[in-house]
């Protein structure tokens, strides 16, 4: 395994902190600016449920490569539902949550603040 993939981009981290989320990780970027978070770091940003739908991840092969797949799935009239209709992919665990992340600030499913009282928690 490539010590990259340990954690989501850099792209990835530097709209996490514009998105306001607090910079407390083990990592950050080489000028030490911005926080560079691991898949556990980010695991504990994301609640384990919001509004009735419950987190979900799993990671399967594609062509020989791994892939991993973040939503929040819930059990409506219909059948089960997923928030927003958004799965989030990525070529690694951390790439994906941290995708996910930014999608529910981005989309106010979650508020920056909540994220930052599960990160320091954590």
């Known amino acids: 395994m ?10 990835q981290a530097t709209k996490l902190k514009s998105l306001g989320v607090a910079q407390q990780s083990l990592y950050t ?3 030490k600016t911005t926080s560079v978070f691991t898949a556990p770091e980010l695991g504990a940003m994301l609640p384990p449920e919001i509004n009735g739908y419950y987190l979900e991840q799993w990671r399967y092969e594609k062509d020989g490569k791994e892939q991993f ?3 929040y799935k819930g059990r409506k009239s219909t059948g089960y539902a997923t928030l927003g209709e958004k799965p989030t992919f990525g070529k690694t665990e951390a790439q994906a949550r941290a995708s996910f ?6 989309n106010k499913f979650i508020d920056v603040e909540t994220i930052n009282i599960r990160l320091v928690a954590a």
């Open 29 to 31: 970027t080489q000028d």
């Open 69 to 71: 797949v973040i939503s």
């Open 101 to 106: 992340l930014i999608w529910l600030l981005e």
């Open 2 to 11: 490539n010590k990259a993939d340990l954690f989501c981009t850099t792209a």
